[in-house]
């Protein structure tokens, strides 16, 4: 009876991880629609870190709200875990982002940067241990092909150097991913994880912004670019939320797989909103990249059993 019970509690678990990272694909792809706009009327960098400085500072009282009520202190996991996370894809991979799409086109630093669960599923089998079948990764392969084709009329031959700093970016988020969930493994909550990606992170972007003589641009925002970082900001709140809480329960690798739903998202809230045509290539990509989303959700989260 028990195990049965068990048995059901873990679905229920990690039922619960997949429909919250698939609220993660979505926001994500209804971000990208409405930041295409909004950040060519802001400098990206300043952009940025006004957004993770307040989502960062409104997890810090969800999290301090959560501790008091729960009459509970945070968990002792070692301040390096959750400095590394803000500082490693909070931080820096911001910054190699958008160094990098100043070198390279927006189409294939999207495309570098969908390659993410291809590292985040490395580190997250030799780190964390994490058991990724023949079918994820077959799975993951047809959903890049479909990101291929998806992208295909974007991408131009060469590697330029911008192409690296992008890739750079991505492997960071990647490792920062692993980092937060191995937190979350060791009892941290969610909310201290969110807030340390944001806080840290936003602290090392305002400091490259003095650094980099962009501090002018902070004291000369209009009120329709803070409306738009009200907006965006709100999107990203949603989006760090359910990501987060989604990684509590479900692994790493699976979820990152998910996300690669949002360019399809993107592709059609473009055809809808901004009538933006839609290729044969694209339709036939979106399909492999639905097909394998959906063999990736029906995965269960599991680890490896290590002999001793």
């Known amino acids: 009876m028990k195990k049965r019970r068990k048995i059901k509690e873990n679905k229920n678990i990690e039922c619960k ?4 990272i698939l609220l993660t694909a979505l926001i994500s792809g209804l971000s990208i629609v409405i930041n295409k706009f909004f950040v060519v009327k802001i400098d990206p960098l300043v952009f940025t870190s006004v957004r993770a400085i307040i989502i960062g500072l409104v997890f810090l009282g969800i999290s301090l ?11 002792k996991v070692s301040w390096k875990y959750l400095i590394s996370i803000g500082l490693v894809g909070g931080g820096l ?22 390659t993410l669960p291809i590292y985040a599923g490395i580190f997250a089998y030799i780190f964390l241990k ?71 992170g936003s602290l090392l972007l305002f400091a490259i912004i003095f650094i980099t003589g962009k501090s002018n641009l902070l004291y000369t925002l209009t009120s329709q670019q803070l409306l738009y970082i009200i907006i965006s900001t709100a999107l990203l709140f949603l989006y760090v939320l359910t990501w987060y809480l ?14 690669l739903l949002s360019p399809v998202i993107s592709l059609v809230l473009g055809y809808i909103w901004l009538k933006e045509s839609i290729l044969a290539l694209q339709l036939l990509g979106s399909l492999l990249i639905l097909i394998g989303a959906y063999t990736i959700a029906r995965t269960k989260s599991e680890k490896r059993i290590i002999e001793a």
């Not at 989604?246 to 996300?259: C, D, E, F, R």
Request: net charge positive; no cysteine.
């Open 17 to 20: 991880g997949t429909i919250l």
């Open 65 to 75: 709200y959560i501790s008091k009520t729960n009459k509970q202190k945070f968990k």
């Open 93 to 114: 991979a911001f910054w190699l982002f958008f160094s990098g799409l100043k070198l390279t086109m927006a189409g294939r630093a999207a495309f570098l940067h969908k």
């Open 130 to 200: 994490e058991k990724i079948t023949k079918k994820q990764l077959t799975a993951l392969a047809v959903m890049m092909l479909g990101l291929a084709l998806l992208e295909f009329n974007k991408l131009a031959p060469g590697v330029k150097m911008g192409d690296w700093l992008v890739l750079g970016a991505t492997v960071l988020w990647a490792v920062e991913n692993t980092i937060a969930k191995k937190a979350m493994i060791n009892k941290e909550s969610n909310y201290v994880v969110t807030f340390s990606r944001m806080f840290f």
């Open 246 to 259: 989604g990684l509590k329960y479900i692994n790493l690798s699976k979820a990152s797989t998910i996300l």
